[in-house]
């Protein structure tokens, strides 16, 4: 290439990131919140709203009563180091090339099947963080409900009301920190009470640690084909561990344990939960067998860095390190929040019986949930729709892999399954993406 063909980009300076939650148009009008929102817990997996930190996941449900965080460590493989070639491949190919000279193409298609010889083993789950609450929570007002993802800040919400008590959880998954965090708090001191637990559908063994921490120890299969470790003697298989740490009030609040492996708060002002893991995953020709890597040790080494900082603390550094990403891209096809179909087009507050979750320029009662701005989207071409659904790919990249992580898969990090789709095995694609964008908005 010449010279002349170069063009010098100079990196942007903190002071030129972009910043949408203020971003103005020439008629000073601030642009929609990049917020993707939902008018009610999720009902399905693919309505949860996925955090992550690159090698952790969860996946946020609101639910009122009963809360659940999916868990996921992007390490967590079934199988062991080995020899995957493909003996047969090459008569294999012979075979389908000459069935495609001849026209037959049924045929070249189930031959091709024989070309990626056996199966290949699969991306596991870790686990989930279980709350359970209080009846009482089974008569909240539904129309008070409100759970978003915020792109901005890669922060998850869920909010709601019983009687007079407003209860709000934040959930986000810090790279700097390496823990995924959250907080329960409620607008009336001493309102806040659960249970917590640990669990998994891979074999495991939680236990309770000391008055706050819940410690889950478990292990992959060496084999895809079995479900428990050393099973019809499968060799030993990757192994994990998780620390659920636990912080009340200090001023109120009774943290009491449960069974030796449930840890329940009692009147407290606010709870945060710190969520730690490890693996002894040590590298991709080591066998978990051979592995030095200690990951209980290495999960209590992981929560003692992070011991001493606040909740403020670490949603700063999480703040500091995601918008450093994040703000590098700015995307404005909208000019105000007015219609840009004219009269024809539907009013936002024709769309929804009642309120739901985000915000736009005008009265309070102007809100309608991401669904039902799809839906509109029809008769009414909202622009800012189409900068959400940008910013929520990259959203969805930045979340699931960083520098030192594991290659994204089919579906980045995120997973519910002992026997996934596609084996959730890495490709040259980014083919989670359109899962995840499809899912989202279908209606």
Known sequence: MDDEEWVLVQRSTEKDWWNPSLMEDINGE??????????????????????????????????????????????????????????????????????????????????????????????????????????????????????????????????????????????????????????????KQGSVSFTVSLDSKMSHHSYVEGENQIIMEASCPGNRYAQKLNENDSPQGIQF???????????????????????????????????????????????????????????????????????????????????????????????SSKSVSGNASLTRNELVPFQSDISFKGSEDDRVSTAERVKAFQTDEDPSLVELLFQYGRYLLISCSRPGTQVANLQGIWNKDLTPPWEYVQHFSIVYIFFWLHNLYKF
């Open 30 to 187: 601030s642009s929609k919140p990049l917020k993707v929102t939902f008018s009610g817990p999720a009902k399905h997996w693919t309505d949860a709203i996925p955090i992550g930190n690159g090698r952790l996941g969860a996946m946020i449900w609101g639910g009122v009563a009963l809360e659940t965080l999916q868990l996921n460590e992007d390490t967590l493989w079934t199988g062991i180091p080995g020899d995957y070639t493909n003996p047969n491949a090459p008569a294999a190919l012979s075979e389908v090339r000459k069935l495609v000279d001849n026209g037959q193409y049924a045929e070249a298609t189930t031959a091709a099947e024989t070309l990626s010889g056996n199966q290949s083993d699969v991306y596991r789950l870790l686990g989930d963080i279980k709350l359970e609450f209080d009846d009482s929570r089974l008569k909240y007002d539904e129309k008070t409900y409100k759970r978003e993802l915020d792109l901005d800040t890669a922060t998850a919400r869920v909010k709601y009301s019983v009687a007079d008590i407003k209860y709000t959880r934040e959930h986000f998954a810090s790279n700097r920190n390496q823990v995924i965090v959250t907080k329960i708090s409620a607008s």
């Open 241 to 335: 561990t998780a620390i659920l740490d636990l912080q009340v009030s200090e001023a109120r609040g009774v943290v009491r344990v449960l069974e030796d492996s449930k840890l329940r708060v009692e009147g407290s002002d606010w709870a945060v939960l710190l969520l730690v893991s490890s693996s002894s995953f040590d590298g991709p020709f080591t066998k978990p067998v051979d592995s030095k890597k200690n990951p209980t040790s290495a999960s209590l080494s992981a929560l003692k860095s992070i011991c001493s900082l606040s909740y403020t603390d670490l949603y700063a550094h999480h703040l500091d390190d995601y918008q450093s990403l994040f703000h590098r891209v700015s995307l404005q096809l909208s000019k």
